[in-house]
């Protein structure tokens, strides 16, 4: 069941101290997705949340959970803004870009690094990642960090945590719509 993982892989966004995840869903059929996705949708959507279905492959989807406010926030800073213009992104608009990344995900071209961007990454370390070619880093965790290692220490410790958290409570019966929190 996506709940399972969705806790699993997308505790800090579920928590509302991270805008977006992504992680992989082995689905069955695509109508039995299409059914789970807006029964999650409709769960989720009332606390500031949605998941889209970002790529297909035969057996997996990758899905993408994400605060559509924080995502505007996120994007809207010059620094993320200009990553996303030099990597042919024609939209300032969220949503746009949340369209865009979906295209470039299924086109089957190189994967779109910028992506950091849609997950909290900080954009020094999205532009690090870009222009080192995922080398060089200062360190490596839920990101390769390039810019402020401190922050970033302190950032993964703070995902580890909600997400040990979540999943205790998701295990002890706590619902997605209790542990989904509206910020």
Not at 85 to 113: I, N, W
Not at 127 to 150: P, Q, S
Request: positive net charge.
């Amino acid at each position: 069941m996506a709940d399972e993982l969705l806790v699993r892989f997308g505790a800090p966004t579920l928590a509302g101290i991270k805008t977006g995840s992504l992680f992989s869903y082995e689905y069955g059929s695509r109508k039995r997705l299409a059914a789970e996705l807006r029964e999650l949708n409709r769960v989720l959507g009332p606390k500031g949340l949605r998941i889209l279905p970002m790529r297909f492959g035969k057996e997996r989807v990758l899905l993408y959970v994400y605060r559509p406010l924080d995502l505007t926030r996120d994007l809207g800073r010059k620094d993320a803004l200009s990553i996303l213009h030099e990597t042919g992104y024609r939209s300032d608009d969220a949503q746009g870009c949340v369209a865009e990344l979906m295209s470039r995900l299924r086109s089957g071209k190189p994967f779109p690094h910028e992506i950091g961007l849609f997950l909290s990454y900080p954009p020094e370390d999205v532009r690090g990642f870009i222009e080192n070619h995922a080398g060089g880093y200062k360190l490596i965790g839920a990101w390769k960090v390039y810019g402020d290692v401190e922050k970033a220490r302190r950032t993964f410790d703070r995902y580890a945590r909600c997400t040990d958290t979540y999943c205790k409570q998701w295990a002890s019966g706590v619902s997605i719509g209790r542990l989904a929190v509206a910020v």
